[in-house]
């Protein structure tokens, strides 16, 4: 069961890294509020889809629904929002280093709230990842930006951080599937209401070249938290979201090869490789 978790994290990890490298993509064409939007709608139709093909309406619990709309404003919008928009204003080993620090805020959130037996083992592991997987991240390619801008990876990392308990909670009352699609449901319905609300709706077209990326990015995405919500059902939050965290390792590699000429191997991508497999292997290990 552990280790079952454990390739569902790292496969949601590079879901998710698959994603950032076309969403990246996307966006030399469009932008952020295109790309986010087309990313929510691909995710309804296709978790609906799934759902009602493989889950029982005996399935759904009403009190499942206030954690499920949680996480879907909380990290669904904001923090995926906010990824979007750090890809967009530091580039995504840039934004993908800021962003893997949400394994230490669910890590102090599951000792507090669930009271999960975190051992040193576990603490080392997500410090080595972390550490790992920030110096890959500064070893892609330097992006001018303001330092302010670090600001919209670093809320995102907040976001994730904490939501990753929240659906934790929830799952003890709906099945992943069935909780994604209220998480989701609720995202895109809250964003497009925001999009329509401040007249913003428009600067969410693109043009035919940007799309396929985006609903590649759109599909990989929310197929990688799926994956992280089954594996938080069968395994500890403190284990299984640094697995997940190492999204950036992949996207450093995924850049090597579609993004040639901007990625390219040093001394740093050696030492974080080195650290990003020590440190699961402390947490496998446990």
Known sequence: MAFTAHALALTGALCSAVATIAFRQGLRHSNTHAGFLINLGVGFICVWVATLLTVPVSAFHAKALPFFIGSGLLGTVAGRFFRFKGIEKVGAPVSAAINNLNPFISTGLAILLLGERVTLPILAGTGVIVLGTILLSMSG??????????????????????????????????????????????????????????????????????????????????????????????????????LNGTAPLFVLALAFVFLKGVERLTGRVVLGTVLIVSGVFLLTAV
């Open 141 to 242: 390619r330097y992006v001018g930006f303001r330092p302010v801008h670090l600001f919209y990876p670093f809320l995102s990392a907040c976001c994730f951080g904490a939501v990753a308990i929240i659906r934790k909670l929830g799952l003890s009352h709906a099945p992943p599937m069935l909780g994604y699609a209220i998480n989701v449901t609720t995202a895109f319905i809250a964003f497009t209401a925001y999009l329509m609300v401040s007249d913003q709706f428009s600067a969410a077209a693109c043009s035919g070249k940007s799309l396929w990326h985006f609903v590649v990015a759109g599909f990989m995405e929310n197929t990688g938290v799926l994956l992280v919500l089954v594996a938080l059902g069968l395994g500890q939050v403190s284990v299984v979201t640094p």
